[in-house]
């Protein structure tokens, strides 16, 4: 479901990163959402870009972005930092939200990566009116770069600050994490670069902490597995069409080919945005969204990434 929202606010709040507002137009509400969920801009040149919700998931009259300038733009962020303006209107998506808090944890550990702070700064605030005991460990390059480091500061919760630049160099994601163990049940959370969420869970992994999650907003490739077929069929139940998907083309593609009504976003299994209903065959899972046991299910995909393991699969589109 898209709704039309307007712009109601831009903010500079660090190098590279501004703030979007976004409010109801009049006569209509924002659906409620949960921290750590994200919302999709449809913008010009058929470009959906993903972007999580930073404020307090209470206020139900704005939804808050905060959005980097990529260096490796393709298009989305230059867009918004260069011909967004106040008073425009927008298609958004609903809130999704693949980063739920564990509202139960004893304790939390919210972990963030420069722009990454946007999910985390929405889960503290969540934390914060629920009075649970959480901790911020808030990395960066360097101050003048990392975003709403004033709402970070005024939250009642122990803030742990890493900024490259003072520090002579990244942080060591193990000492921070072996320094926090758990107790009794104590949830972890990450957002932020690649290569600090690989440090996060292999951290995680070594320290035997089960209770960690992360949100990423770049893909890491998932190659085929040995089973995958390069060639099998696919039938739409809904639309009633069937085709073939061979060695040189892939689900994705056919189903853009042929219009078919899916809600494409990343494009790169990170969003969720395009998750089908799988009615037979078997995936093979690329995406990063699903759990294992929901890939092991085979009940649903993300079409933007996957192939299958069987001739056939069948799809609720
Ligand atoms: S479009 Fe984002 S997971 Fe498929």
């Not at 009259?61 to 959005?67: C, D, K, N």
């Not at 939250?155 to 942080?171: A, I, Q, R």
């Amino acid at each position: 479901m898209t709704m039309k929202v307007w712009v109601h606010t831009l903010q500079f709040e660090a190098q590279n990163i501004i703030s979007v507002e976004l409010r109801p137009i009049p006569g209509q509400k924002l659906v409620p959402f949960q921290a750590g969920s994200h919302i999709d801009l449809h913008l010009p040149g058929n470009l959906i870009r993903s972007y999580s919700l930073a404020n307090d998931s209470r206020e139900t009259h704005r939804y808050l972005l905060g959005v980097l300038k990529e260096k490796s733009s393709r298009g989305g962020s230059v867009y918004v930092h260069e011909q967004l303006r106040v008073g425009m209107q927008l298609t958004i998506s609903e809130p999704r939200n693949n980063f739920p808090l564990h509202e139960e944890a004893v304790h939390s550990v919210l972990i963030a990566g420069g722009i990454g702070i946007t999910p985390i700064l929405s889960m503290a605030k969540r934390l914060q009116a629920l009075n649970k005991s959480f901790e911020i460990l808030a990395l960066g390059r360097s101050r003048n770069a990392f975003a709403f480091a004033d709402d970070i500061a005024e939250l009642k919760c122990h803030v742990h600050w890493h900024f490259d630049d003072v520090s002579n160099g990244p942080p060591n994601l193990y000492e921070l994490l072996h320094a926090r163990p758990p107790k009794s049940n104590s949830h972890y959370y990450a957002c932020g670069p690649a290569a600090m969420l690989e440090a996060f869970e292999t951290a995680c992994q070594t320290l035997g902490y089960v209770n960690h999650h992360i949100e990423r907003f770049a893909a890491v490739e998932v190659k085929a597995a040995d089973d995958a077929r390069q060639s099998f069929t696919v039938e739409l139940r809904k639309s009633g069409k069937t085709f073939e998907v061979t060695h040189d083309t892939n689900l994705h593609q056919q189903l853009i080919l042929l219009k078919i009504n899916v809600p494409f976003s990343c494009e790169e299994g990170i969003c969720g945005a395009c998750e089908t209903q799988v009615l037979e065959g078997t995936p093979d899972h690329r995406d990063m969204v699903l759990s294992s046991a929901e890939q092991a299910s085979n009940r649903v995909m993300m079409v933007c990434v996957s192939g299958c393991k069987t001739e056939r699969l069948v799809l609720n589109l």
